[in-house]
Every structure is written in structure tokens, then in C-alpha cells.
């Protein structure tokens, strides 16, 4: 799976956008971009995944530069609860089971400040 | 809709005690895993069952056994548990479109976690 980098930490403003940058300069074609979130004492979370074009659910949107060596995830009026380490993974598009499992870095502290 | 589910939540053991993790989906999933997260590290890959009947060691398989009791259970044993086993232990389901070759666009749900403690 193609490396990825986040920042170690950041703040936000309770109500305001959060903007998570993620480096994946590696990346190949197949590879999907996925992005979890643990919050404290939480088993890790599922929020949103994409391949190239932007993509938007009820959690978050992502936004994939147009040579997908980054991307960047918003939580569009970031809560308290959205405290949590955030992760961004990079995963092949169809792989034998065998490889099928999650590699995760050291993610985004994220810290939502009233 | 209570997708994962593990049991016990907390648990600890003395050393050489033997214990088994439980883990249930709901959601009707082909696939099911079970990692472990160290403090400061990432979740490491122990067992995965791809589907139903199957089950395949992970990256730290040494020292657990697993049994995928039907489509919705998968369950870790510790035979004989050491302080090295000491951390908190995730399951995970996920869909796949067959046995062999999943396609990975398909999320991994965790449940809540089982920490674990071996004196």
C-alpha cells in the first residue's frame, strides 16, 4: 500500500470547517483512498473513500487533487464529538483477500475547541 | 442496528489462563478480522476469515487461534496468555464479492474493543 502522511496534530473551532491534509505522493492508479477516525476508547470508524473525483457523505466530503498525490478531508461544522485521530489510507482496488486489511500510520489529532 | 459487537469490553488474566474474545456481526458480512492496537501504534492484523469456514493468519498470528463459528461469529482464543498480549483487540467485518478476491472499496466496521490485561 502506497505511504501516506498526515500532520501529528490540529485544532478546531467548534461550528467551523476542519480540514485535513493527507500526502500520497505514491500512489498508484488502483489505489482508493480511504479515511477512518478513532475516537478515545472507540474502535476505528469508517468515514468516506474515493478514487479520483470528489466524493461527499453525511460524515465528511473528500477532495482529491487532480493528480491524486493528495487529498484533503472537511468536516463541514466540525462538534466536539468529532474529536478523535484521524486516518488517511491508501488500499489497492481489488486484492485477494489475503491482503485485505487495514494499515494504519499515525493519523491527525484532531481537537475540537469550544 | 448493532453491527459489531465484543465481549467482554474489559478483562484481565493472569499469566498461562487461557480466554476467548468474542466478536458478532450483523450485517451480513463475508468477511471478518481481528486485529490489536498497541499504545502508539496502529491496529496489527492477527486473523482474518474471508469468508465463511476459512480463517488466515495475519501479521502476529503467534499465540491466538481463531474460529469463524458461522457467517456472523468469529471468535480469538488465547491458549496460554503472556504480558506480550496485554492491548486492546478489534474486530472488524467488511463485504467481499467471493472467497478469493475482495474488492477493497468495501469499508471494514469495527466494534467498541475488548482491552485486555495479563498480569
Known amino acids: 500500500d502506497a505511504k501516506t502522511t498526515q500532520p501529528p496534530s490540529m485544532d478546531c473551532a467548534e461550528g467551523r470547517a476542519a480540514n485535513l491534509p493527507c500526502n500520497h505522493s505514491?500512489?498508484?492508479?488502483?489505489?482508493?483512498v480511504y479515511w477512518y477516525r478513532q475516537i478515545h476508547s472507540q474502535g476505528p470508524q469508517y468515514i468516506i473513500h474515493?478514487?479520483?473525483n470528489n466524493e461527499t457523505n453525511e460524515m465528511a466530503s473528500l477532495i482529491i487533487t487532480e493528480d491524486r498525490k493528495s487529498s484533503t478531508l472537511i468536516l463541514p461544522h466540525a462538534t466536539l464529538r468529532d474529536t478523535a485521530v484521524y486516518y488517511c489510507?491508501?488500499?489497492?482496488?481489488?486484492?485477494?483477500?489475503?491482503?485485505?486489511?487495514?494499515?494504519f500510520g499515525g493519523g491527525t489529532r484532531v481537537l475540537v475547541k469550544p | 442496528n448493532a453491527g459489531v459487537t465484543q465481549t467482554p469490553k474489559f478483562q484481565v488474566l493472569k499469566t498461562g489462563q487461557s480466554m476467548t474474545l468474542q466478536c458478532a456481526q450483523d450485517?451480513?458480512?463475508?468477511?471478518m478480522y481481528w486485529y490489536r492496537q498497541d499504545p502508539g501504534m496502529g491496529l496489527r492484523l492477527i486473523y482474518y476469515?474471508?469468508?465463511?469456514?476459512?480463517?488466515d493468519k495475519g501479521e502476529v498470528p503467534n499465540g491466538y487461534n481463531v474460529s469463524r463459528l458461522n457467517k456472523r461469529e468469529f471468535s480469538l482464543r488465547l491458549e496460554s496468555a503472556a504480558p506480550s498480549q496485554t492491548s486492546v483487540y478489534f474486530c472488524?467485518?467488511?463485504?467481499?464479492?467471493?472467497?478469493?478476491?475482495?474488492?477493497?472499496?468495501?469499508?471494514?466496521?469495527f466494534g467498541d474493543g475488548t482491552r485486555l490485561s495479563i498480569l
Open positions: 472488524a467485518s467488511s463485504e467481499a464479492r467471493n472467497r478469493v478476491v475482495t474488492s477493497s472499496n468495501q469499508p471494514q466496521h
Open positions: 505514491t500512489i498508484s492508479g488502483n489505489e482508493y
Open positions: 474515493g478514487l479520483k
Open positions: 489510507i491508501v488500499r489497492p482496488n481489488r486484492i485477494k483477500a489475503a491482503g485485505n486489511k487495514l494499515t
Open positions: 450485517m451480513n458480512h463475508n468477511s
Open positions: 476469515s474471508a469468508s465463511e469456514g476459512t480463517t
